[in-house]
């Protein structure tokens, strides 16, 4: 499904005053990125926010789910969850989930990662 320019405009719309908004495909969708830092996605007309173990409970409170694609051997659910609607009319609301998925996004990429030991042999 290619991307929706009116989701593009909407997202500028919704999350412009916490910084540069650019919205770039990929995948079929879409990732929006503050600042050069991507903190949700558009897949499916649906925007997804990104969410940490804080912030992720706010999205279960109102019965959203994360993003899930098929992988190659089952589901896999990312970090992003579904945007509730009721935000798209309320800018204000919108906006301070907006700051919350940016602060998400960039204590994601500041964590450290996670790696496998090393076997020695």
């Given at each position: 499904m290619p991307l929706d320019p009116r989701l593009n405009e909407l997202a500028e719309e919704l999350f412009g005053p916490l910084g540069t908004i650019d919205v770039r495909k990929m995948f079929g969708?879409?990732?929006?990125?503050?600042?050069g830092v991507m903190f949700a996605l558009i897949a499916d007309g649906v925007i997804y926010l990104k969410a940490d173990v804080r912030s992720q409970a706010n999205f279960e409170a109102e019965g959203l789910g994360p993003f899930v694609y098929q992988g190659k051997a089952k589901p896999v659910a990312m970090s992003y969850w579904r945007m509730p609607e009721r935000l798209?009319?309320?800018?204000?609301e919108a906006l301070a989930w907006g700051r919350d998925a940016v602060c998400a996004?960039?204590?994601?990429?500041?964590?450290?990662?996670?790696?496998?030991?090393?076997v020695k042999g």
């Open positions: 969708g879409g990732g929006i990125y503050c600042d798209l009319d309320d800018p204000d996004a960039r204590s994601a990429r500041t964590a450290p990662r996670k790696t496998k030991p090393r």
